[in-house]
């Protein structure tokens, strides 16, 4: 069906339009209802750099690691999971940021940290 079909019927247009109103409020009902991602950006108090694994340094390994953190209402760390990234690396950068400091909130946070190791450190 396309527009053509209710060129002739203004009912028929009315009807069209009224399923994209219909269709536009429901995509604007989810996306209010999606959790808000701002209590996720706590600003870094203290951060402490991560110790580049020997093995990692010799085996020229480098790269990014993804990590989510859990954060109190203080600020401090509470648990630290890898997202993404290479398990030699991941261990020193989940010790580095458990002990990290964030800035005071209103509650608990999960907060994305992403920590890169260049072989050249």
């Known amino acids: 069906m396309n527009l053509h079909d209710f060129r002739d019927s203004p009912c ?64 401090k760390v509470k648990g630290v999971k890898t997202v993404n990234g290479n398990r030699l690396l991941a261990t020193a950068a989940e010790d580095a940021v458990r002990q990290w400091r964030f800035a005071s909130g209103s509650g608990e946070s999960t907060v994305s940290v992403k920590i890169n190791f260049a072989a050249a450190q």
Do not use: C, N, W
Not at 21 to 40: C, E, K, W, Y
Not at 44 to 65: D, N, T
């Open 12 to 75: 028929g247009l009315r009807r069209a339009g009224m399923r994209l109103f219909q269709a536009a409020a429901l995509a604007l009902l989810l996306v209010m209802t999606l959790p808000a991602r701002a209590a996720d950006d706590r600003a870094i108090k203290s951060r402490v750099p991560p110790v580049y694994p020997e093995l990692a340094r010799r085996m020229k390994i480098s790269g990014i690691v993804v990590l989510e953190a859990t954060v109190d209402p203080e600020g």
